[in-house]
C-alpha cells in the first residue's frame, strides 16, 4: 500500500512534538513534507529568552535539526510561506510551488499583536516572537541605549531583562495597574515590580502608549499622559492571537482559533487537523507548551486511527522572570464560595496566597518562593481534601502531619538557630539568651538584640518567646492593631511608613505582613491618608480607598441621595450666590434647603447622577466644594468683627476668610473647624473648635484642641501672638503636626491629649526652624490638593456618577 | 443564558463598582482585582444601603451606611443572618457581560 501523504504547516514546538510520536510509533505510515515559514527547523521557543539574556546560542536550543529530519525522510521546505489550502483538490501551495496531501496539519502557532499607534511600521520596532526577532533585539542592545518595552507581560518582562542583561536601559510600559495582571494578582505584582526595579528596569504601571515617534526610525514613545519615553529600540509585546488566516481563507470554521474537536481535527474537515496556539477547543486558548504537549499525543493517535481524546487541563505557570520566583495555579478568580489564605514574609521578600472553595484548594499564588508550588498544583490537580490542613497548609507539605497548629507551642518548638528576625538576622536563641539575661519586655528585647526593631513584623513572635521563656511573668501587651489585616497599631504604621520608607499600599501591605489581599474598610482609608500625608509628591490619592463621601465629595443620606453644601468663605456670601443656590435648588428639584451649623447652606436630598452638573451650575457662580463630607478643613465660622460690630477688636471676618484659603483642600486624620472671634465675647464659639482664635486688643489668642460634639471642650492656649500672620503660621504649622502625627479618625483634641501640649508647643512656638518645615510641608501638600473637586469631577470624571448601563431603557425599545 | 454587554471593564475602577438599572431593580457590578467581576442586588438587606458606593476590599463589599459586609462570590453577609442577590457576570475582551435570563430579561437585539 503506497503511504499516504502528510503536510504540515509550521515547524513550531506543537508540531515537533507531532512529528515525533508519529514517526516513533509508524516510522511507514507517512510521507511528510513540512513547511516553516522561518528559514530553519524546529527548536525550543522557550529557550530564546536565555538567547536574548547571551546564557544560551541558538545551537543550544535546537530541537530537531537537519540530520533528524533526513534521518526520517520529512521533506522540509523551510524559509517558504504556505500561501493557500484547496481543499477541494487536497492541495497545498507554498511561495515554490504546490504539494498534494491526504491529511493536513495546520500548526501555524500564534502571531504578535501590534498594536494600531501611529509610528508602528518605523525600523526599531520589534516583536518578541522567533530567533530573528531575539537577533534583532541583541543587535540593536550591542549598540546600547534605551530600550522601551510596550506590555508587562511574561514575554515583555522577558525580553526587558534580557536587554537590561545586555546593558540597555529599559522601561517597561504596562497598560494595567499591575505586572502579568493574568498571572499574578497585585500583591505579587508589586513583588515582582520592586524585583525588577533592583535590576535597574523602571516600570511604568497604567500607561497607555499613544504614538511611537522617529523620523526614519523610532526615537521615543509618546504616552497618552504626555510623557516621551526616548528609545533606540522600541519591542512590542502587548499579546499574541491565533495565526488563522489560511484556515479562515480555506472556509474552515475559525472562531478566535481553528475550532476543533477532542481528536484535533477540524470541525469542518476531517482530514485536516490543528495543534498548538493556533486552535481553538472547546472555547479554550492555549499559550503554554504543556497543553500543546497533550494535543501533539492526540493528533499522532488520530493520524494512526488510535483512540484518543484531548482534554483540557488545569495548567500551572512556574515562571522564571530571569531572576524572580514566581508561581501561579488553578484559578485564582471568580466563582462562588471562596476564601483566601495570605501569607507574607516581609523581610524575605515573600507572598503566598491560597484560594479555597469550600475544603478544595483551587488556586495558588506565589512570589519569592515557591517551593511548595509543585505541591500545592497537584492538591489543585487531584482535588485533595484539605479540610484537615487547612490552619497549616500555606506552610506547605514540611508541615504537615502531626505539627501543632498552637503558634505558642509551635515557637516552643523551633530549634535556636531558627531565624525570628529577618532584618537583622536574629535567631531565636540569641532572644532566649537575651530574655534569661533580664530583657523582660519588647523593649528590653529590642535594645539588646535588635529583633522587631527594624520592619516589625517579627514583633508577635518575639512576643511569643517573652511568653514561652517567661511563662505568667509575661503579660502579653494590648496594643490596638488598626484592623484585623494586620497586627501593627496605627503609631506603628504611620513609623514605618515614614522610616521603611513605604510609599504605596502595596509596599505597606506586603513589607507590614498585611493578612488579607488588599485590606478592608477600615484599613485601608486609615493607610490611603497616611500615605498621602507624608508623600504628598510620591503617592496619589486612592478614591476607592476612600468613604463614599470623600470619593464623591458628597453627603450620603440615608436614601442613597446625597447634599450639596457649597464652601461660604468664613460665612460670608454675596446675592448672586444666594441667587446661584436658589436656582440650583429649583432646577435639580432639591427637596430641602438648610442652613447649617457652620453657617453655610445645605442642599439636601440630590440625586447622585446630578452631582457632577449641579456642581458645574454652582461653580459658575464661583462657589466650590466646601467638604462638608471630608476628613479635612470644613468651615471656619466668624464673627461680624471690626467691620460692624461696636466691641470689635480685630478684623475676625477677614481673618477666617484668609485661614480658610489657605487650608481649604488639605486632607486631615478627622475633620478641622475653626473659628475666629472678635473679641472675647465670643460669638463665633471660638473656645470649643479644633483650632480657635479669639481677638483682642493686643492681638490674637490661639487657641486648639476644643470640643463640641460626643465630647465637650474648652479649647487650650497655644499662645498669644500680636500679629495676624503670626496667628495664620501657628495654626498652619499646628495643623500640619497634627497631619504629620495623628492617628486616623482622632479629633485634634484626641491627639493633643496623647502626645500632650507641650510637645506640641515646643515643636509649633518654642522652635521656629520647626515651625518653617512644617508650614513648608503644608505648602508643598496643598499645591496639590488646593483646588475645587467639585470642578474637576465635573470636567472629567462625571461619567462615573451615571449607572453603568440602563437595561430597563433597552428592554422597552 | 444569554450574555448582555453592559459596558467596558475599564469603566468600573479597579477595587469599585458601578450601577446597573434593570427591570428587576438596580444592580452593583464590582471590579475586585484587574478582571474579577461580580455582579449584585444594589440595596443593603439592612436599610437599603447603596452597595456600588461602597468600599470593595478583597472580594468583600462594605456597605456605605452601617458598615454592613458582604461577601460577593456567595451574596451572603458577614455576621449577620442575610443575604443579597448576585447574578451571572463574564469579563470577554475587556466588556462585561451580564446574563440577561437571571434577570428576566432578554438582551436586546
Ligand atoms: C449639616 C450639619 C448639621 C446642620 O444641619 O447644621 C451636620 C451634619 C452632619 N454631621 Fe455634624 N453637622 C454640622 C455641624 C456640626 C457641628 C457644629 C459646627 O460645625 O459648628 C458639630 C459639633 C462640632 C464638632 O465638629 O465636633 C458637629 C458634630 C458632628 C459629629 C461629632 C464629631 C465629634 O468628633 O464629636 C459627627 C460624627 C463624626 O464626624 O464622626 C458629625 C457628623 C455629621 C454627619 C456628616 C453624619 C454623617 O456621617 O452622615 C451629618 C451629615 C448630614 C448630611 O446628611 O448632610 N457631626 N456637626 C452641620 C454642617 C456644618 C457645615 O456647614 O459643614
Ligand atoms: C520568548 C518566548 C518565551 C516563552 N516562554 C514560555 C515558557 O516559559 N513556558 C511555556 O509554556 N511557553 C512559553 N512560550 C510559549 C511557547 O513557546 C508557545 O506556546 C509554543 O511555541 C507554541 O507552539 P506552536 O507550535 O503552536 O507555535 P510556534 O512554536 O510559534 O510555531 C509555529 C510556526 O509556524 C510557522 N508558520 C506560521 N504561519 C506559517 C505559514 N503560513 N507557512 C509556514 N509556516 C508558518 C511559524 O513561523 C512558526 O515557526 C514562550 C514563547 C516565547 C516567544
Ligand atoms: S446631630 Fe448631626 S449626625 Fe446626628 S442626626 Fe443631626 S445631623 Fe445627623
Ligand atoms: S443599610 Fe447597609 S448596613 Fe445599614
Known amino acids: 500500500m503506497s503511504k499516504q501523504k502528510l503536510v504540515v504547516i509550521g515547524a513550531g514546538m506543537a508540531s515537533g512534538r507531532v512529528l515525533e510520536h508519529l514517526i516513533e510509533a509508524a516510522p511507514e505510515a507517512y510521507e511528510i513534507t513540512l513547511f516553516n515559514a522561518e528559514p530553519r527547523g524546529n527548536y525550543n521557543r522557550i529557550m530564546l529568552s536565555p538567547v536574548l539574556s547571551g546564557e544560551k546560542s541558538y545551537a543550544e536550543i535546537v530541537t530537531h535539526d537537519d540530520a533528524w529530519y533526513a534521518e526520517r525522510g520529512v521533506t522540509c521546505r523551510f524559509g517558504e510561506h504556505v500561501v493557500a489550502i484547496d481543499r477541494a483538490t487536497k492541495t497545498v501551495t507554498g511561495q515554490q510551488g504546490t504539494v498534494a496531501y491526504d491529511k493536513l496539519l495546520i500548526a501555524t502557532g500564534s502571531a504578535p499583536f501590534i498594536i494600531p499607534v501611529p509610528g508602528r511600521d518605523l525600523p526599531g520596532v520589534i516583536t518578541y516572537r522567533d530567533l530573528d526577532d531575539t ?95 526616548p ?134 499564588v506565589m512570589y519569592g518562593d515557591t517551593a511548595d508550588g509543585n505541591w500545592f498544583f497537584g492538591l489543585i490537580k487531584d482535588g485533595t481534601d484539605i479540610e484537615e490542613m487547612r490552619e497549616t497548609l500555606i506552610f506547605g507539605p514540611a508541615c504537615q502531619g502531626g505539627a501543632s497548629a498552637d503558634p505558642l507551642s509551635a515557637v516552643a518548638a523551633l530549634p535556636p538557630e531558627a531565624e525570628i528576625c529577618g532584618c537583622n538576622g536574629v535567631c531565636k536563641g540569641t532572644i532566649v539568651e537575651a530574655i534569661t539575661g533580664g530583657a523582660g519586655d519588647l523593649g528590653a528585647v529590642r535594645a539588646t538584640t535588635k529583633a522587631s526593631a527594624s520592619c516589625g513584623t517579627c514583633t508577635g513572635l518575639v512576643e511569643q518567646l517573652l511568653q514561652v521563656t517567661l511563662g505568667d511573668a509575661f503579660r502579653m501587651p494590648t496594643a490596638q492593631p488598626v484592623c484585623g489585616c494586620t497586627d501593627h497599631t496605627h503609631d506603628d504604621v504611620r513609623r514605618l511608613i515614614k522610616t521603611m520608607p513605604l510609599k504605596s499600599q502595596e509596599a505597606v501591605w506586603q513589607e507590614l505582613g498585611w493578612k488579607t489581599r488588599n485590606g478592608c474598610h477600615v484599613c485601608r482609608p486609615a493607610i490611603n491618608f497616611y500615605l498621602l500625608a507624608d508623600w504628598p509628591l510620591e503617592y496619589r490619592d486612592d478614591p476607592q480607598s476612600r468613604f463614599i463621601n470623600e470619593r464623591k465629595h458628597a453627603n450620603i443620606q440615608k436614601d442613597g441621595t446625597f447634599s450639596v453644601v457649597p464652601r461660604m468663605w468664613g460665612g460670608i456670601t454675596t446675592p448672586d450666590e444666594l441667587r446661584a443656590i436658589a436656582d440650583a435648588a429649583d432646577k435639580y428639584k432639591v427637596p430641602t434647603v438648610k442652613v447649617t451649623g457652620g453657617q453655610r447652606i445645605d442642599l439636601l436630598g440630590v440625586k447622585g447622577e446630578d452631582l457632577p452638573a449641579i456642581w458645574a451650575d454652582l461653580n459658575r457662580a464661583r462657589l466650590v466644594s466646601g467638604h462638608a463630607y471630608s476628613k479635612g478643613l470644613r468651615t471656619v465660622k466668624t464673627c461680624v468683627g471690626t467691620d460692624h460690630c461696636r466691641f470689635g477688636t480685630q478684623d475676625s471676618t477677614g481673618l477666617g476668610i484668609k485661614l480658610e484659603q489657605v487650608l481649604w483642600g488639605s486632607w486631615t486624620p478627622h475633620k478641622v473647624k475653626l473659628a475666629v472671634s472678635g473679641c472675647p465675647r465670643n460669638c463665633a464659639e471660638a473656645t470649643c473648635k479644633d483650632v480657635g482664635i479669639v481677638c483682642v486688643d493686643s492681638g490674637y489668642q490661639v487657641g486648639v484642641a476644643g470640643a463640641a460634639g460626643m465630647d465637650v471642650k474648652e479649647t487650650e492656649r497655644l499662645a498669644d501672638v500680636p500679629t495676624e500672620q503670626e496667628a495664620i503660621d501657628l495654626t498652619v504649622a499646628f495643623i500640619q503636626l497634627y497631619r504629620e502625627n495623628a492617628k486616623y479618625l482622632d479629633r485634634p483634641y484626641k491627639w493633643v491629649a496623647k502626645v500632650g501640649l507641650d510637645w506640641v508647643k515646643a515643636r509649633v512656638v518654642d522652635d521656629p526652624e520647626e515651625r518653617a518645615r512644617l508650614i513648608a510641608a503644608f505648602e508643598v501638600s496643598q499645591g496639590i490638593y488646593r483646588k475645587d473637586p467639585w470642578a474637576e469631577h465635573a470636567a472629567t470624571k462625571a461619567r462615573g456618577y451615571a449607572p453603568l448601563a440602563d437595561l430597563t431603557l433597552e428592554a422597552a425599545e | 443564558m444569554s450574555w448582555i454587554d453592559i459596558g467596558s471593564l475599564e469603566d468600573v475602577p479597579l477595587r469599585g463598582a458601578r450601577l446597573v438599572r434593570t427591570r428587576a431593580g438596580c444592580i452593583a457590578v464590582f471590579r475586585t482585582a484587574e478582571a474579577e467581576v461580580f455582579a449584585a442586588s444594589n440595596a443593603c438587606p439592612h436599610k437599603g444601603g447603596p452597595l456600588a458606593e461602597g468600599i470593595v476590599h478583597g472580594t468583600r463589599v462594605t456597605c456605605p451606611l452601617h458598615n454592613w459586609v458582604f461577601d460577593l462570590e456567595t451574596g451572603a453577609a458577614v455576621g449577620e443572618d442575610a443575604r443579597i442577590a448576585t447574578y451571572p457576570v463574564r469579563v470577554e475582551g475587556g466588556r462585561i457581560l451580564i446574563d440577561g435570563s437571571a434577570l428576566g430579561q432578554r438582551s436586546a437585539a
Open chain 1, 135 to 229: 537577533n534583532a533585539m541583541v543587535a540593536a542592545a550591542d549598540r546600547g541605549g534605551a530600550a522601551v518595552v510596550i506590555g508587562g507581560g511574561l514575554l515583555g518582562l522577558e525580553a526587558a531583562a534580557g536587554l537590561a542583561l545586555r546593558g540597555m536601559e529599559v522601561t517597561v510600559v504596562h497598560l494595567m495597574g499591575h505586572l502579568m495582571e493574568r498571572q499574578l494578582d497585585e500583591a505579587a505584582g508589586y513583588l515582582l515590580k520592586k524585583d525588577l526595579e533592583t535590576k535597574g528596569i523602571t516600570v511604568l504601571t497604567r500607561a497607555s502608549t499613544k504614538a511611537i515617534l522617529g523620523e526614519d526610525r523610532a526615537e521615543a514613545v509618546l504616552l497618552e499622559d504626555g510623557t516621551t519615553l
Open chain 1, 231 to 364: 528609545a533606540d529600540l522600541v519591542v512590542m509585546a502587548v499579546g499574541i492571537r491565533p495565526e488563522t488566516r489560511l484556515a479562515t481563507d480555506a472556509g474552515l470554521s475559525v472562531a478566535r482559533g481553528v475550532e476543533v474537536n477532542a481528536q484535533m481535527q477540524s470541525v469542518s474537515d476531517p482530514d485536516i487537523y490543528a495543534v498548538g496556539e493556533c486552535v481553538e477547543f472547546d472555547g479554550h486558548l492555549f499559550g503554554l507548551v504543556a497543553p500543546l504537549y497533550d494535543q501533539a499525543k492526540v493528533v499522532a493517535d488520530s493520524l494512526l486511527g488510535r483512540e484518543n481524546a484531548f482534554v483540557v487541563r488545569d495548567v500551572a505557570t512556574k515562571l522564571k522572570v530571569t531572576g524572580c520566583d514566581l508561581f501561579s495555579a488553578g484559578d485564582f478568580a471568580d466563582a462562588p464560595g471562596r476564601e483566601d489564605i495570605v501569607y507574607r514574609d516581609p523581610a524575605r521578600g515573600i507572598y503566598k496566597r491560597l484560594v479555597i472553595e469550600g475544603d478544595r484548594l483551587v488556586g495558588a
